[in-house]
């Protein structure tokens, strides 16, 4: 197995990012989540609704997808028509292994569907699509901290943790977050670490050297069995001049056909 295949885009509309200036971005995004993948050489797609965008019914959308081998789609358990879209898009693109939960920090709380829905939209998801199919659940690193042993429950209803840093400035607590996430219950977890090309936390750019420090680190990790994956985020940023995507392009470039010896959780 080559490293692209353990590799995902985080796949968003186009402009998504942009959306009302609040994160400090310039420039105008056109780069579809297809055209992303292509472009990174990406094996893997997380579909990620935001602002309720993609629209169902889906169809259309995972047509576009097909080629690829792995993709993952959202759902919003407090919305259960996101559940049964999901549910039935699956059943004709076998490419969709999975949904995935989203999972939010503002001033320091944690905010995430009520845990009985998360259970609820499990038990469904499994019922229909099959044990096979992953629960994702996706984290930032200041919930965990947050939370900590309150977060087991979440972690127990994942299949794939899927975890990113908020900025660069946390970039050399990746090893403690891995720490905490094995802590409160996710040691047996398959996890998969997201990537910023931007700095979303102090809405400034991420320097090319601390997104190649990260991508080194997942690299490092997966090799090991320490994570499952990693996710490059995104084709929102992929197509406005910013000098940390052109450094995943190349990095991807140098890394993305190495062999995995490795197989992780």
Same mark, same amino acid.
């Given at each position: 197995?080559?490293?692209?295949?353990?590799?995902?885009?985080?796949?968003?509309?186009?402009?998504?990012?942009?959306?009302?200036?609040?994160?400090?971005?310039?420039?105008?995004?056109?780069?579809?989540?297809?055209?992303?993948?292509?472009?990174?050489?990406?094996?893997?797609?997380?579909?990620?609704?935001?602002?309720?965008?993609?629209?169902?019914?889906?169809?259309?959308?995972?047509?576009?997808?097909?080629?690829?081998?792995?993709?993952?789609?959202?759902?919003?358990?407090?919305?259960?028509?996101?559940?049964?879209?999901?549910?039935?898009?699956?059943?004709?693109?076998?490419?969709?292994?999975?949904?995935?939960?989203?999972?939010?920090?503002?001033?320091?709380?944690?905010?995430?569907?009520?845990?009985?829905? &998360? !259970?609820?939209?499990? *038990? %469904?998801?499994?019922?229909?699509?099959?044990?096979?199919?992953?629960?994702? +659940?996706? =984290?930032?690193? &200041? !919930?965990?901290?947050? *939370? %900590?042993?309150?977060?087991?429950?979440?972690?127990?209803?994942?299949?794939? +943790?899927? =975890?990113?840093?908020?900025?660069?400035?946390?970039?050399?607590?990746?090893?403690?977050?891995?720490?905490?996430?094995?802590?409160?219950?996710?040691?047996?977890?398959?996890?998969?670490?997201?990537?910023?090309?931007?700095?979303?936390?102090?809405?400034?750019?991420?320097?090319?050297?601390?997104?190649?420090?990260?991508?080194?680190?997942?690299?490092?990790?997966?090799?090991?069995?320490?994570?499952?994956?990693?996710?490059?985020?995104?084709?929102?940023?992929?197509?406005?001049?910013?000098?940390?995507?052109?450094?995943?392009?190349?990095?991807?470039?140098?890394?993305?056909?190495?062999?995995?010896?490795?197989?992780?959780?």
């Amino acid at each position: 197995m080559k490293l692209r295949e353990k590799t995902w885009l985080w796949g968003l509309n186009p402009g998504a990012d942009h959306y009302g200036d609040e994160n400090g971005l310039v420039g105008y995004n056109r780069m579809t989540p297809f055209e992303g993948a292509y472009y990174f050489g990406t094996k893997n797609l997380i579909r990620a609704e935001r602002f309720g965008f993609p629209k169902a019914p889906l169809d259309g959308e995972a047509e576009r997808f097909d080629s690829l081998d792995k993709t993952v789609w959202t759902v919003d358990p407090t919305r259960p028509e996101t559940i049964d879209e999901v549910i039935r898009i699956a059943k004709y693109h076998k490419n969709i292994k999975g949904a995935i939960i989203h999972t939010d920090v503002e001033m320091y709380e944690f905010l995430a569907p009520d845990i009985d829905l &998360i !259970a609820e939209a499990r *038990r %469904k998801l499994k019922e229909a699509l099959g044990n096979d199919f992953e629960i994702w +659940i996706q =984290f930032y690193g &200041i !919930a965990v901290e947050v *939370r %900590k042993a309150s977060i087991t429950p979440y972690f127990e209803l994942a299949d794939v +943790i899927c =975890f990113f840093n908020r900025g660069a400035l946390e970039i050399h607590e990746l090893d403690n977050h891995l720490a905490s996430i094995y802590q409160y219950g996710g040691k047996d977890k398959k996890i998969v670490w997201g990537a910023y090309f931007w700095d979303f936390k102090r809405k400034t750019i991420m320097s090319p050297a601390s997104l190649r420090c990260c991508l080194d680190k997942y690299r490092e990790w997966i090799k090991a069995g320490s994570i499952d994956g990693m996710v490059l985020y995104s084709n929102t940023l992929a197509d406005i001049n910013l000098a940390a995507s052109y450094e995943a392009k190349k990095w991807m470039e140098e890394h993305g056909d190495e062999e995995i010896e490795v197989e992780t959780k």
